[in-house]
T-cell receptor
Framework: NAGVTQTPKFRVLKTGQSMTLLCAQDMNHEYMYWYRQDPGMGLRLIHYSVGEGTTAKGEVPDGYNVSRLKKQNFLLGLESAAPSQTSVYFC?????????????FGPGTRLTVT | QQQVKQSPQSLIVQKGGISIINCAYE??????FPWYQQFPGKGPALLIA?????SEKKEGRFTISFNKSAKQFSLHIMDSQPGDSATYFC?????????????????FGRGTQLTVWP
C-alpha cells in the first residue's frame, strides 16, 4: 500500500515551458486535491476533484489545469510556466470531504521555474 | 482573506519544554479543527484533531485546547523533543459539504516552524 505518490520529485522549467505533475493514490479515495506550499504562506488549494471525471477550482487556480480521467490519478498541468509558479506542490486524497475526513498527502514535487 | 490565522511563525524551544502554537478563526461554520505535522522533505500528516463539543483533546504529549467563544484553538506539545522539530499547520473545516463547491475544504494556517534544541 503506497498511499499517495507524486511524479516527478524535482523539476526545473524555463519560463513558457509546459509540464504535467502526476498524482496517484491506491486507497480508493473519491476526493483528491492539489496544493502549493510557499514559505510563510501555508498550503493553498489549487484545484480539487470530488470524483472521477470531475474537477473544481480552489483558492489559486490561475495558470493551472487538472484532469481526473481515472479515480486513482489526478494530473496537474502548467501550460506556460512562470517564475511565480516556483513552489512545492502537494497532492492529497481523502475518503470524503469536509470535517473529520483525514487528507493523506504525497511527498511533494519541488518545481523551479527560471 | 485568511480564514485561519496561526502564530507564531517560528518557535524555538529547549528539550523538555512546552511548545505552544495558537490559531484563530472567524467562520462559525467551522466545526472540525485538525493539526498537521510536516517534516522536512515530506508531505503533511494528520497529528491530532478536535471538534468544538469538547474543550480539550490529548494524545500522548500532544494536546489541543479549544475555546469556542473566543474562536481560538491551540496545540500544546509537552516535554518537547528534538524529534518534534517540524512545521505544524492548524486547519479548520465545516462538516457540511456541498458537492461541487469548496464548502468541505480544509483551510490551513500559514504554519509554525518548531525547532527543539537538545
Amino acid at each position: 500500500n503506497a498511499g499517495v505518490t507524486q511524479t516527478p520529485k524535482f523539476r526545473v522549467l524555463k519560463t513558457g515551458q509546459s509540464m504535467t505533475l502526476l498524482c496517484a493514490q491506491d486507497m480508493n479515495h473519491e476526493y483528491m486535491y492539489w496544493y502549493r506550499q510557499d514559505p510563510g504562506m501555508g498550503l493553498r488549494l489549487i484545484h480539487y476533484s470530488v470524483g472521477e471525471g470531475t474537477t473544481a477550482k480552489g483558492e489559486v487556480p490561475d495558470g493551472y489545469n487538472v484532469s481526473r480521467l481515472k479515480k486513482q490519478n489526478f494530473l496537474l498541468g502548467l501550460e506556460s510556466a512562470a517564475p511565480s509558479q516556483t513552489s512545492v506542490y502537494f497532492c492529497a486524497s481523502s475518503y470524503g470531504a469536509g470535517g473529520s475526513y483525514e487528507q493523506y498527502f504525497g511527498p511533494g514535487t519541488r518545481l523551479t521555474v527560471t | 482573506q485568511q480564514q485561519v490565522k496561526q502564530s507564531p511563525q517560528s518557535l524555538i524551544v529547549q528539550k523538555g519544554g512546552i511548545s505552544i502554537i495558537n490559531c484563530a478563526y472567524e467562520n462559525t461554520a467551522f466545526d472540525y479543527f485538525p493539526w498537521y505535522q510536516q517534516f522536512p522533505g515530506k508531505g503533511p500528516a494528520l497529528l491530532i484533531a478536535i471538534r468544538p463539543d469538547v474543550s480539550e483533546k490529548k494524545e500522548g504529549r500532544f494536546t489541543i485546547s479549544f475555546n469556542k467563544s473566543a474562536k481560538q484553538f491551540s496545540l500544546h506539545i509537552m516535554d518537547s523533543q528534538p524529534g518534534d522539530s517540524a512545521t505544524y499547520f492548524c486547519a479548520a473545516s465545516p462538516t457540511f459539504i456541498d458537492r461541487g463547491s469548496t464548502l468541505g475544504r480544509l483551510y490551513f494556517g500559514r504554519g509554525t516552524q518548531l525547532t527543539v534544541w537538545p
